[in-house]
């Protein structure tokens, strides 16, 4: 692995990743959260810097160490997440969403904390913005990796988000699978690509899974020169 992490074919690149889960406050002590630890999005860090890439790494709330060389903007809800990216997406070339973006948000927050007075607590909860459908919008020049992390008709709901948001490539996996999903250090991925091809990798290390998403990923930077 040491002999792999010489080639620096992300020299001069910047890449943009997001990792981890939002947190959306419900009061001062409380949040809506997900499952995300932000392994994926930080392996790929890691990864990318070590292969020369400028890597810049928007990161909601996780216990994982900073990788070496990595510019790190820590945000705690979706609304910062997407301000963080918005300003820097015109400078960079890569764009990899990792992160567990909350879709919704309290619609109010407590000032105080929340008193268990009632039998039944009600949380009206309204849309985040869809932070990589914005960027499948705007972009210019910039390529696109998702991910889609699905229960259910995997391959269907993954292509269906490549579409909607103008993605160049998204990376999907079953959660429901043993060896895959939050806060493991493995996953089993299949890779599904603009043009409809679709890549099925075996059960492997979050660290390999971003070797190999890098190496699809300097295919299209080679591509689109
Ligand atoms: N994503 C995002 N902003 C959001 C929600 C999702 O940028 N508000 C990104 C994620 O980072 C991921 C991709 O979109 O790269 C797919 O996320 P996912 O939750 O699977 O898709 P959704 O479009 O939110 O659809 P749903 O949750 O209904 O399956
Ligand atoms: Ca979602």
Not at 56 to 67: F, T
């Amino acid at each position: 692995l040491s002999l792999l992490h010489k080639r620096q074919d992300l020299l001069n690149k910047r890449i943009l990743i997001t990792a981890a889960g939002t947190r959306e406050p419900i009061d001062p002590v409380r949040y809506v959260g997900n499952r995300s630890s932000g392994k994926m999005g930080y392996a790929l860090a890691e990864t990318a810097a070590k292969r020369g890439a400028e890597v810049i790494l928007v990161s909601g709330p996780s216990n994982l160490p900073i990788p070496q060389g990595v510019t790190i903007k820590k945000v705690e809800t979706a609304a910062q997440m997407h301000a963080a990216v918005l300003s820097e997406f015109d400078t960079v070339d890569v764009v990899i969403k990792a992160a567990a973006v909350a879709d919704y948000r309290p619609e109010l927050i407590a000032e105080q904390k929340i008193k268990k007075t009632g039998d039944t607590l009600t949380i009206n909860l309204v849309k985040n913005p869809d932070i990589l459908r914005e960027l499948g919008q705007q972009k210019k020049r910039q390529l696109l990796v998702g991910f889609a992390a699905e229960t259910e008709d995997l391959i269907t709901h993954a292509r269906e988000k490549l579409t909607r948001k103008n993605l160049d490539m998204i990376v999907a996996n079953d959660v429901t699978l043993p060896g895959a999903g939050f806060n493991i250090d493995t996953n089993i991925v299949k890779i599904i690509h603009k043009n409809g091809t679709i890549e099925e990798l075996p059960q492997l290390r979050k660290q390999q899974i971003a070797e190999i998403i890098l190496d699809k990923i300097c295919i299209m930077l080679t591509k689109s020169i």
